[in-house]
């Protein structure tokens, strides 16, 4: 027997099944055409920063300065390109970290409040605080009423207030029971009162000048001499220390670092570490958002002095504040800066790496002789 006869048949295509297949055939033309993916795209790291010279710097819409520098090298060590979110306040860059949508901040004050949230890389500087005070130059501006009122009001006048009623009251009580009921004479009344306001008006103007009138008995006499050559020493000291107190406070000046803080109008960021020293060393605290706006209420004597990081104002009083606003006192509160990362983030051991890199190459050096200088310390 033959082969069985069989005939080929044209079954018609259904549209829908031409549809998929000229889809097929469109994505797999395109897929011929198309560049292949580059393999080594570098990853984009998210960093969260804030406008704070000389750490970052905006100039004509690019970023620079020490933190931004120094980040840049980072990214070149680790092969990253860099996504910067701006803030506008300072205070801000620790609640953009609890967002979760950045992978770093700029450096930040190392501090265990925030260590418990947050982890850091090693150590990039070290800074403290410093007081910035307005410079009026070699203007002093006189103001007698105030001052006379600043002056009666001082601890120093209220120190040589007590002592001076101390010495007023003992020889007064002594006067008073030697003299007391002679009329006509120094203290005319036997009872307390009115008698010992009137020993003590004796004996005040003793101290201060001389006895208007010598008491009758011997003992109480010798008091009043003693009473007299004591006001002669008490004024005498009291004197000279006044004067030396006006000559340096109109030398120096009302604020001349962080011990004469307390009761003062101080100005600083919102959300800073320098707050919790304010606050703990009996200074009036203004926070504000935004670094203009301190040094604007600084400038406008709305607070009498800021208190902030120390590069930070050494900054601004040499550039933008220059011959307004300076620098005094001792720096304090002196603490690591790093970057801040999330919990267990994988890029912050790359970092470190990196880091270590850059200080054994010299970069860091040369990044922080170009901002600093070879002797300003960071």
Known sequence: MGRPYSRRHRVP?????????????????????????????????????????????????????FDVDLWNAIAAKLNVRTDFEIVNEPGSLIAAMRSGNVDVSMPQFVTWERD????????????????????????????PLMDLLRLLASRTTLQWLGIALLLILIPAHVVWFLERGSKGELIPSKRYFPGIFQAMFWAGTTLLTQAEQAPRQWFARVVAFLCMFIGIVFVAFYTAQLTTSLTVQQIRGEINGPDDLPGKRVG??????????????GARVQEYAKL??????????????????????????????????KVVGPEVQRQDLAFVFPVDSPLRRKVDSALL????????????????GAEQAW
């Not at 998210?46 to 750490?55: D, E, K, Q, R």
């Not at 949230?117 to 002093?140: I, K, L, N, Y």
């Not at 600083?268 to 020293?277: F, V």
């Open 13 to 65: 295509r259904h549209p829908a099944s031409l549809a998929r297949q000229c889809a097929a055939a469109v994505w797999l033309t395109l897929a011929l055409i198309a560049p292949a993916p580059c393999k080594g795209a570098a990853p984009v790291i998210h960093v969260v920063t804030a406008i704070v010279p000389p750490a970052v710097i905006e100039q004509r819409g690019s970023l620079t300065g």
């Open 116 to 143: 418990q949230e947050f982890d850091f890389s090693v150590p990039v500087g070290e800074a403290g605080q410093r007081v910035m005070v307005r410079d009026t130059g070699q203007e002093t501006t006189v103001h």
């Open 268 to 281: 600083t960021l919102t959300g800073t570490i320098s707050i919790d020293y304010l606050e703990r060393h």
């Open 292 to 325: 203009d706006d301190m040094y604007r209420a600084l400038e406008s004597r709305e607070v009498d002095a800021v208190f902030f990081a120390t590069p930070v104002l050494l900054y601004y009083a040499a550039h933008d504040g220059r011959g307004r606003v």
């Open 357 to 372: 890199e850059i200080r054994q190459d010299g970069t860091y050096d040369r990044l922080y002789t170009k901002w600093f």
